[in-house]
């Protein structure tokens, strides 16, 4: 079911049968969360005049994205980017997706979405997983640091490698935050009492989301590189993407 290869100059594991490329995420401790030197840093974008709109909404906003807290992280496998149309269809091969501009693009799922997850032999991961592995060891805006990010770190149809090889991040990992990628977790404002071991929250109602900033593009002037931000986070409403999480397969 799983084959070794080397991706883009980097050990990957395929699931065969869906033809999915996942990368190993190293276990660690990282801060989650809008930290205040973010949010300064966003301040320095605004006061530079790199934002279209006044961002005291996103501000406003900022407590959904903390308190910032310490959580342990365990290694796991993680999709390299969202399934695509394509390999959406292994499961579903009935799918039909009507926000896609090919097959190899992101599949964004609507009512189909309760029947993916049943079929996924795969989990969601969790908003800590998620942002952990958009992070990639880094604590600023977006890997790439605390420059405001532009539509060029939108990635969005992975048919061509190189591309896609040049967007990964040191994961591995590509086009984290230009999807709106759901989590396992419910949705619930801020981070008070969540668990320090990457669990996702359990209960009733919408799951979180992250990412986002592809679906609105092209961007309006609304500011909607905040989407791209690691640390985003909103409620699920309509369509979303999804990238799935699987365990380490046993050595040997």
């Not at 149309?85 to 009935?94: D, K, N, S």
């Not at 097959?103 to 795969?122: C, G, K, N, W």
């Not at 770190?153 to 709106?180: H, I, K, P, W, Y």
Request: proline content about 8%.
């Amino acid at each position: 079911m799983w084959a070794e290869e080397i991706v883009a100059g980097r050990p990957a594991r395929r699931h065969v049968p869906s033809g999915v490329v996942f990368r190993e995420v190293p276990g660690g401790i990282f801060r989650m969360g809008l930290s205040d030197a973010e949010l300064a840093a966003v301040r320095a974008i605004e006061r530079a005049g790199g934002a279209e709109d006044g961002l005291e909404p996103f501000f406003a906003n900022a407590k959904e994205s903390q308190p910032v807290r310490e959580v342990r992280v365990e290694p796991f496998l993680i999709a390299r980017h969202p399934l695509t149309v394509t390999q959406v269809r292994h499961w579903l091969p009935e799918y039909a997706d009507g926000y896609a501009d090919g097959d190899s693009t992101t599949a964004r799922v609507d009512d189909d979405l309760d029947d993916l997850l049943e079929a996924l032999p795969f989990r969601l991961p969790s908003e800590a997983e998620w942002e952990y592995a958009a992070r990639a060891g880094t604590t600023t805006l977006t890997f790439r640091g605390d420059a405001k990010p532009g539509a060029d770190q939108l990635l969005d149809d992975f048919g061509d490698e190189q591309r896609t090889a040049a967007a990964e991040n040191a994961f591995g990992l590509v086009a984290m935050g230009s999807a709106n990628e759901i989590c396992a977790d419910v949705w619930i404002p801020g981070f008070a009492g969540a668990p320090a071991d990457a669990r996702p929250r359990t209960g009733a109602g919408p799951r979180a989301v992250r990412g986002g900033a592809s679906d609105v593009y092209p961007w309006q002037g609304c500011d909607e590189w905040l989407l791209l931000l690691a640390a985003t986070r909103y409620e699920q409403a309509g369509f979303t993407a999804i990238r799935p999480v699987a365990p380490l397969p046993p050595r040997g």
